[in-house]
């Protein structure tokens, strides 16, 4: 692959769109929101006071000025109490006014209050106005924020780009994007124009939030598709959303768009960069495109600092991060995710007592930590095997104000489940503590809950935590029934085998690698192995080929079968120098053993043959 800098000489000659294609202002969550209004109104809110030699486009009344003059105080927490003092004169203020009011609420909740008194009060909303309502209605109830879109439509007001953008990001940020994708394409029955480049941006950036970049690109050919030329914004967000999805080299392509249609990557650009390369477990990617920002008179901020450290920290290279971290602290003070970065690096190297030192210094900052340090903490703990220091952390994390959710049950199950000697009571406890707490356990908590329960040796325990998780609704993947065939392999049981593969398939789940390795290794284990060889040749008719994982515990079977011990000791001895872990082209989360040669494949069938002559059928 060509070097960023090499692909600076291209032109955008790879891909000509028109340059004037309409475009509508930005519509992005969270704070954003409100520039977006001000730019709307930047006219109406010239008041005659400001000296701007204008009058205002809106009436003002005594109760505009005298909300305004409230709202100077930045008194957000007591907005209900102010418009119930100043009382029915509110009716006289204008929609602005009350936008300003409604931008000054703490939570969804509360603009739920206001928008009800608004509307009793004859004020009438803006589109304006149900954007900013429907998106943080939308955070409380989406499907009230569908209710006041209703409404509006109802009340004979238009909807714009903007609402439908709201309506958009209130489904993204449920991870709803079939909902979110049903309301872009509903515009066009409003007379909204979906196929505009800052729409289609919306909706590409909605899919990278939700995690679904395929669906981001889909969106993103369909859009150059219409001859509207994306904007960096466009690229930085499928950029975000291959690089979260592991994806590393499609993170990459689409830089090398950004360069293709004559643009320059900026310091958001980069950041993305760096953090795909992070995800990927790739530091030294990760660390060229750092020196070329820096090359390019780009200056890096406190997002690039933590992105490359979170890189090093990632395979472990804790002189790395703390370095990149030392840089940043000479530049100014590290913020709670700078922090919660190299304390994430010190876990991964298994230095407890150096994350407990970064804790300190965060505290001693002034910083408050937030859950996902103490989450740093306890898989600190965690791979240090010290679980009297997670039960601390943990405790520490709740009387901070924080609620242990899934993820919080998943690091305690796995710190449990990877002591050197598991125990049983210990997991009752914790199970039974978050039980307590009302925490709902997620997919991957579950499936550290059945590894944990195998590896103290309670496998019935084990397959009730999965029938109970189905009661719950939970959906299992491919790591949960990994985990299941784990359990009959250790238990004994491995005539559940192939009804746990009969049951994946029933959740419309493929068998992959993972799950025949598994498999093999159950049978092995057991001293099944014939179903082992069976279980081998089923994987290579589904098109997969064998790894390392695959044959490993099959060849070490066969080191003790004396008809081909000393062959089979070789093969073994030769995959064991060459086993080093490798990640898979696209999903580059997935740790993959390298596959074996055409060569490797015939000494391992030739091995096999004479074993099968040796060995006596096992009873299945």
């Not at 600076?8 to 929101?33: C, D, M, Q």
């Not at 238009?158 to 309301?183: C, K, M, Q, T």
């Not at 990557?265 to 030294?284: E, G, R």
């Not at 190297?349 to 408050?368: H, N, P, Q, V, W």
Request: with cysteine.
């Amino acid at each position: 692959m060509l070097a960023l800098r090499a692909l600076r000489t291209l032109t955008a000659a790879a891909l000509r769109l028109p340059r004037n294609a309409p475009s509508l202002p930005t519509f992005a969550s969270g704070s954003r929101a409100r520039p977006a209004f001000c730019h709307a109104h930047a006219d109406q809110c010239r008041f005659a006071s400001s000296g701007a030699g204008r009058g205002p486009l809106l009436p003002v009344s005594d109760a505009d000025r005298q909300v305004l003059s409230a709202l100077g105080g930045n008194k957000r927490a007591a907005v209900l109490d102010m418009v119930d003092q100043i009382g029915e004169d509110m009716s006289r203020a204008n929609v602005l006014t009350w936008m300003r009011v409604l931008m000054a609420a703490v939570d969804g909740d509360t603009v739920i209050s206001l928008y009800e008194r608004m509307l009793r009060m004859g004020v009438e909303p803006d589109t304006m106005t149900y954007s900013f309502v429907i998106r943080s209605i939308g955070a409380v109830s989406p499907e009230r924020a569908e209710a006041v879109f209703e409404d509006m439509v109802a009340r004979g007001v238009a909807p714009n780009s903007y609402v439908f953008g709201s309506l958009i990001e209130v489904y993204a940020a449920v991870g709803d994007v079939d909902r979110a994708e049903h309301w872009w394409r509903s515009a066009e029955r409003y007379g909204v124009e979906r196929l505009n480049t800052t729409f289609a941006s919306t909706m590409i950036s909605a899919c990278a939030r939700a995690g679904q970049p395929v669906r981001a690109e889909r969106i993103y050919a369909e859009m150059v598709g219409a001859g509207l030329r994306p904007t960096l914004q466009t690229l930085n967000s499928l950029v975000n959303a291959f690089g979260k999805a592991g994806m590393f080299p499609r993170a990459e392509h689409y830089v090398h768009e950004v360069y293709a249609l004559g643009m320059q990557p900026n310091v958001v650009t980069y950041n993305a960069l760096i953090s795909a390369a992070a995800d990927a477990c790739l530091p030294d990617r990760a660390q060229q495109y750092f020196e070329e920002l820096v090359d390019t008179g780009l200056e890096p901020n406190s997002w690039t600092f933590t992105a490359i450290i979170k890189a090093f920290g990632s395979v472990g290279d804790l002189p790395g991060a703390e370095h990149y971290f030392a840089t940043l602290q000479t530049r100014e003070v590290p913020g709670v995710y700078g922090f919660n970065a190299v304390i994430d690096a010190c876990a991964k190297a298994r230095r407890l007592d150096l994350a407990e030192r970064y804790l300190k210094m965060l505290e001693a900052s002034g910083i408050a930590p937030t859950v996902m340090t103490y989450h740093c903490m306890l898989q600190a703990c965690g791979r240090t095997n010290n679980l009297s220091a997670l039960r601390h952390y943990l405790a520490e994390m709740e009387r901070a104000g924080f609620t242990p959710d899934s993820y919080t049950a998943l690091l305690t199950f796995d710190a449990i489940a990877k002591h050197p000697a598991p125990d049983a009571a210990e997991l009752s406890r914790m199970r039974a503590h978050f039980a307590q707490r009302g925490v709902r356990l997620g997919t991957a908590a579950y499936t550290s809950l059945i590894d944990a329960w195998t590896r103290c040796g309670r496998a019935v325990d084990a397959f009730t935590a999965f029938e109970t998780m189905l009661r719950d609704g939970v959906r299992p993947d491919e790591a949960t029934f990994c985990a299941l065939i784990d359990t009959c392999g250790v238990s004994g049981r491995v005539h559940r085998v192939r009804l746990l593969f009969e049951r994946m398939r029933s959740f419309d789940l493929r068998p992959t690698l993972n799950v025949f390795n598994a498999a093999v290794a159950a049978y092995l284990r057991a001293g099944n192995f014939f179903a082992a060889v069976n279980v081998l040749k089923e994987l290579q008719r589904e098109g997969l080929l064998p790894s390392y994982k695959t044959v490993g515990p099959l060849l070490r079977f066969l080191a003790d079968v004396p008809s081909c011990a000393a062959d089979a000791s070789a093969l073994l001895g030769r995959l064991g120098d060459d086993a080093v872990r490798e990640r898979s082209t696209y999903d580059t989360r997935a740790n993959v053993e390298r596959t074996l040669s055409g060569d490797e494949l015939t000494e391992l069938k030739r091995l096999i043959e004479l074993a099968a002559k040796s060995i006596p059928v096992h009873a299945l």
